[in-house]
């Protein structure tokens, strides 16, 4: 199942740059497509931002695993349910938004992962059909664990403080920075000025 999951197969490979697109509407079309791009290894489903509700999040995900990249959920918040949701679509990987202490990022990973390692409850019939060869059941509850990616958003000057403790944190594999909400609490608002 790890090695049907292609972001964390490319951050083992290590050999540069993993490339991701960011699909903020709704449309398994939009999905394949760009799943499809060139040398793309994930492509963010943001349910944050996004024009993208729960129907169309389980629209996109098997949409982006088959067209051979990871999907991953980018959740509106932090809650256990919103976690499950997105897993239980088949997402390699879940985005969670404005982390702010090493705790939350414990609750996050606590909620990411089943027991005895977490709380996650079992009863997607879906999530196994997302990898590549299809895992079965018992497969799936066995290595999502180790699988699935829990990425963290670090978009606060409360998380830069705590940034050492939240990249601690067994679980965590991702610090994102989300250059826009951190550049606004950082009182840092002139976009037009912002390079890339």
């Given amino acids: 199942m790890e090695q049907g999951n292609f972001l964390r197969v490319a951050l083992q490979r290590a050999d540069g740059p993993s490339m991701g697109l960011w699909q ?13 791009v060139p040398g793309v290894d994930w492509v963010v489903i943001d349910c944050e931002h996004g024009n993208l509700d729960d129907s169309a999040m389980h629209e996109a995900v098997p949409a982006v695993a088959a067209a051979g990249a990871s999907p991953i959920v980018r959740i509106p918040g932090m809650e256990s349910w919103m976690i499950k ?25 606590k909620a990411a992962k089943f027991p005895p390692q977490g709380t996650r409850g079992f009863g997607s019939p879906y999530a196994m059909e997302r990898f590549s060869p299809m895992p079965t059941m018992t497969e799936y509850l066995q290595q999502a664990n ?8 670090i978009e606060t000057q409360e998380a830069l403080n705590n940034l050492d403790e ?16 951190l550049g606004s609490f ?5 976009c037009s000025e912002v390079e890339y």
């Fill in 24 to 36: 903020m509407v709704p449309g398994a079309n939009v999905s394949r497509a760009l799943a499809r």
């Fill in 85 to 109: 949701r997105a897993l239980d679509s088949g997402a390699h990987g879940i985005l969670v938004p404005l982390l702010r202490t090493a705790q939350e990022a414990r609750e996050i990973v």
């Fill in 146 to 153: 180790s699988s699935l990616l829990t990425v963290v958003q």
């Fill in 166 to 181: 939240i990249a601690a944190v067994d679980g965590v594999d991702i610090l994102f920075v989300g250059p826009f909400d």
């Fill in 186 to 190: 950082l009182q840092y608002r002139n």
